[in-house]
């Protein structure tokens, strides 16, 4: 049994964050991240006896409306909700904790992925994205890199933080020098699933340097500065990435057919040919 004299004496040893989270029950408290307003921690919830992620603010408006987006969405790309609570300044943003490299630490001791490890993560980056844009209502992630990416020991892969996500036609400035699309960046044109695309594309051209002809040019399809250019949604890219598993010819065809046909033109020759998009 802990007496209170060694609870103060633990306290005063604590940040004012860590403070916060002892108050909650949370203990073993250890930062594992820090970002543009937000601080992450690894601690262990006494009640639930289990270790989760607090990410812990002052900005309260964006880590709830991160909270509020994370709460209602359900797919095994993004962190399960657990909690959000304030107390006094502080806003804190309780959900599971994602054991795991990330993306940007295994590049750095690898330099590279193979090829089949390239497919994995963009198609299920593709998948979660599109769930993403395609709930109610739907929003645009906006951050996606390879310090979001974390490749768990299994294989399988979990995008985390949402603190830049926003909804569709929003102009706002939001997002990673090398990897925003340029829209998000000049808040002169409103974000759609094709700001999402840009990052996708961005990212596995960094998740894998030497491409093969067919990925170089669904990727160059991706990043294309032009929205009306580039690849319009997540639905394209998974079709694309259909194709390029396994009929490289079929991938050099259509890829050529993107580059000379609009999003309502593209959208009409699916529904004449019958073409499922997932």
């Known amino acids: ?81 657990y909690d959000y609570f304030e107390e006094g300044e502080w806003a804190v943003l309780v959900m599971e904790y994602v054991a795991g490299a990330t993306l940007a630490e295994l590049l750095q001791r690898r330099g590279s992925m193979s090829e089949a490890q390239a497919f994995r993560i963009g198609r299920e980056l593709a998948e979660g994205l599109r769930f993403l844009h395609e709930s109610h209502p739907p929003v645009i992630f906006r951050d996606l890199k390879p310090e979001n990416i974390i490749i768990r020991e299994d294989g399988s892969i979990k995008l985390i933080d949402l603190g830049c996500v926003a909804d569709v036609g929003e102009r706002t400035i939001a997002g990673s020098k090398g990897y925003a699309a340029p829209e998000q960046m000049l808040g002169n044109m409103p974000c759609g699933p094709y700001t999402d695309v840009y990052g996708w594309g961005k990212t596995l051209q960094q998740v894998r340097k ?16 032009e929205i009306e250019e580039r690849i319009p949604d997540m639905r394209y890219v998974l079709y694309s990435l259909s194709i390029l598993d396994g009929q490289n010819h ?11 046909i609009s999003t309502r033109d593209l959208d009409n020759y699916c529904y004449l040919k019958n073409i499922c998009l997932f």
Request: aromatic share 12%.
């Open 1 to 81: 049994m802990r007496c209170g004299n060694h609870d103060k004496m633990l306290n005063v040893n604590l940040t004012l964050e860590e403070q916060v989270l002892y108050k909650r029950n949370y203990r073993e408290v250890l930062m594992v991240g820090q970002g543009a307003f937000a601080n992450v921690y690894r601690a262990w919830d006494e009640q639930k006896r289990r270790f989760v992620a607090c990410k812990v603010s002052t900005q309260g408006k964006l880590l709830q409306r991160e909270s509020e987006v994370l709460k209602r969405i359900r797919h095994p790309l993004f962190a399960g909700y």
């Open 210 to 225: 030497k491409h093969r002809r067919e990925w170089r040019e669904l990727l160059e399809q991706c990043v294309r500065f």
């Open 250 to 260: 079929k991938m050099r065809r259509f890829m050529k057919f993107l580059k000379n």
